[in-house]
C-alpha cells in the first residue's frame, strides 16, 4: 500500500480509494483483535438494562460491579483451596492475590461487554493446588443459575458457598447493584456451553430467598473416638460419649483427615449448621461439619495416649 509520501501526490479519486481501504485495513485489524481477545478471554460478562446507555455504560456502575465480581472469584479460589475462614475481617492470602487476581483484557460497545483474565504465568497459576482456575470462574457463574437453588443438594451446596463471609459480601453487593442498576448481566467462560443471563427481576427474587433460608453457625472443640469417615466421599463419624456426630468433611480439613486413623482419639473442631426457613416456623436442619482433626494431645482423663 502507497505511504504517506506517495499518498500525497495521488489524484483525487486514487486518494479518496487509498483512505477507504486504510478505514477498512484499520476496521479488520479492529475485528481481528476483539476476536483474539474473545478467545483468550477467561470471563467475558455483558450488561445491559438501565446502566447502559448508548456506546456507554455508568461508571459507578461498572466499578462496583468488578468489584464485587473480583471478590466473587478470590472467595471461591479461597473455599476450594481450602483456604477460607469464617471471620468477617481476613486478608486475602498471598498466594490467591497472586493467583486469581483479574484483568480487564478489555471492553466493547453495545451491550457493554468486559473481558478479563486470571494471571498467566506458570508461578501465579501454580500458586493455588489443587484448585483449577476454571472450575472456579465456573463456580462462581454458577452462582448466578437458576438451578443453584433447585433442588436440596443444589441448595446445600449454594447455602454452603454463600456461608463464607467475602463469598456472601460480595455476592450480595453484586446483586443489589443490579437491582438498583435495573441491570441485565450476561456471563460465559471458555467451558460454558451457553451463556448464563441474569435479570434484575433475578436478583429481586435471589434477594427474596436468601433473606428466606438462612443458616446459624457455631463452632465446637470435641475430644472423642473418629469410629469412621471417607477422604474420597468427604465424610466423617465422630462419637463422643453416647453422642455421634457424623457429618461432611469441610474443604479445610481434608489433609489433617488423611493424618489420623480410624478408631482413634482425637481432638476435633466441628462446624454446627442449623439451617432454617422463615417461613417454615419450627422446622430445622442440624449438620455437622469437620473443620479440623488431629490426634489427641490426651485421652479423656488427662493420661498422654
Do not use: C
Not at 225 to 245: A, C, P, T
Not at 248 to 263: P, Q
Amino acid at each position: 500500500m502507497a505511504g504517506v509520501e506517495e499518498y500525497q501526490d495521488l489524484d483525487p479519486a486514487s486518494g479518496l480509494l487509498f483512505r477507504s481501504l486504510q478505514q477498512e485495513e484499520a476496521a479488520l485489524t479492529r475485528e481481528i483483535l476483539a476476536a483474539e481477545a474473545i478467545a483468550a478471554a477467561d470471563i467475558e460478562i455483558s450488561f445491559d438494562g438501565g446502566t447502559v446507555e448508548g456506546h456507554t455504560i455508568q461508571a459507578g456502575f461498572l466499578a462496583t460491579a468488578l468489584e464485587h465480581i473480583q471478590g466473587l472469584v478470590t472467595g471461591m479460589a479461597e473455599i476450594k483451596s481450602g483456604q477460607a475462614s469464617d471471620e468477617r475481617a481476613t486478608r486475602v492470602p498471598a498466594n490467591i492475590v497472586a493467583g486469581f487476581g483479574l484483568r480487564v483484557a478489555a471492553m466493547q460497545p453495545g451491550s457493554f461487554t468486559v473481558l478479563l483474565n486470571l494471571p498467566e504465568t506458570p508461578e501465579q497459576m501454580s500458586m493455588v493446588p489443587g484448585s483449577g482456575r476454571q472450575e472456579i470462574v465456573d463456580a462462581v457463574a454458577g452462582l448466578f443459575t437458576e438451578e443453584a437453588v433447585e433442588g436440596q443438594d443444589n441448595i446445600d451446596e449454594f447455602l454452603r458457598t454463600v456461608r463464607y463471609p467475602r463469598v456472601r459480601t460480595h455476592y450480595q453487593g453484586l446483586l443489589k447493584a443490579m437491582q438498583t442498576g435495573a441491570a441485565v448481566m450476561k456471563w460465559s467462560t471458555g467451558t460454558m456451553s451457553e451463556r448464563v443471563v441474569f435479570t434484575r427481576e433475578q436478583a429481586n427474587q435471589r434477594i427474596e430467598w436468601l433473606e428466606l433460608h438462612g443458616e446459624r453457625v457455631e463452632s465446637l472443640s470435641l475430644q472423642g473416638i473418629l469410629e469412621g469417615g471417607n477422604v474420597q466421599s468427604r465424610r466423617f463419624d465422630l462419637k463422643v460419649g453416647d453422642e455421634h456426630y457424623p457429618g461432611r468433611v469441610a474443604e479445610e480439613a481434608v489433609e489433617s483427615m488423611r493424618s489420623v486413623r480410624f478408631g482413634a482419639t482425637v481432638d476435633a473442631e466441628i462446624r454446627v449448621i442449623t439451617k432454617y426457613h422463615e417461613d417454615a416456623v419450627g422446622l430445622s436442619k442440624t449438620e455437622y461439619e469437620l473443620v479440623d482433626v488431629r490426634p489427641a494431645k490426651s485421652a479423656p482423663g488427662g493420661s498422654e495416649e
